[in-house]
Nanobody
């Protein structure tokens, strides 16, 4: 079992920055690929960024490339999402998720590949 708790959300102006954190507890953190998803009101949940268990492989959805950076600290059991140049369309509830890697160092890009989810943190970008 893995428990995930997000933090770092809030209200920010257009062009501002936020850093989301996701603290994990439970089983070995390194056995899991990790991802950040978001869901805006009236929209489907989408993958924002993903990272392999080693951190060597990453994935970003097109709308955040060059603005967001995903990273992980396996020693601290923490996942991060640095978000820069924020836009109103980034407004959403952001969720971190963990999926068993089964010793394969790949990113996971589908929601159904993830086994554990956090409760979410609200990010609001005001114009």
């Amino acid at each position: 079992q893995v428990q995930l708790v997000e933090s770092g959300g809030g209200l920010v102006q257009v062009g501002g920055s936020l850093r989301l954190s996701c603290a994990a507890s439970g089983r070995t953190f390194t056995n899991y690929a990790l991802g950040w998803f978001r869901q805006a009101p009236g929209k489907e949940r989408e993958l924002v960024a993903a990272i392999s268990w080693s951190g060597l492989s990453t994935y970003y959805t097109g709308s955040v490339k060059g603005r967001f950076t995903i990273s992980r600290d396996n020693g601290k059991k923490t996942l991060y999402l640095q978000m820069n140049s924020l836009k109103p369309e980034d407004t959403a509830v952001y969720y971190c998720a963990a999926g068993r890697a089964y010793y394969s160092d790949v990113v996971k890009t589908r929601g159904n590949e993830y086994d554990y989810w956090g409760q979410g943190t609200q990010v609001t970008v005001s114009s």
